[in-house]
């Protein structure tokens, strides 16, 4: 449903965002490490949550990613996937044909409308804050 790339932005937001609740800022490295991302894919996902204002960068000898505190209970994840996917995935046809509308529906055009509905739903009303303190707790996991 998302590209590799929102599944890596998506991990690495909640990542950073736990980090920044106990005051540390993490490297894009240890990002990568922790999401079992590649590097420099990474660090292209990075730069698009900064250009679009889900995580800051700090430079220096004490920088690395982190949100602000006040913030992450605001960020939605609908957020997160609007900076990398844009919102593709609330379109297109559910398989897949080039024209899919009201007027000429595929044969999953209605039930996959729903499916789009609520997917929109959940990624507009869950926060960033509490995917990161389920991850604290040990409820979660961002790797097996």
Known sequence: ?????????IRASIFIA????EHRRVGPKEIAKEINSPEAFTAKILQALVRNNVVNSVKG??????IDKK???????????????????????????HECNEN????MH????????ELKYMLESTDLESLALDLKLGDTFLKV
């Open 1 to 9: 449903m998302f590209s590799k790339a929102c599944e890596y932005g």
């Open 18 to 21: 736990l980090n920044s609740l």
């Open 61 to 66: 000898a004490h920088g690395g990613f982190e």
């Open 71 to 97: 913030d992450i209970k605001t960020i939605m994840i609908a957020d997160i996937v609007k900076a990398i996917d844009g919102d593709n995935v609330y379109k297109g046809c559910g398989l897949g044909l």
């Open 104 to 107: 000429k529906p595929c044969p």
């Open 110 to 117: 209605e039930k996959f409308k729903l499916v789009r509905a």
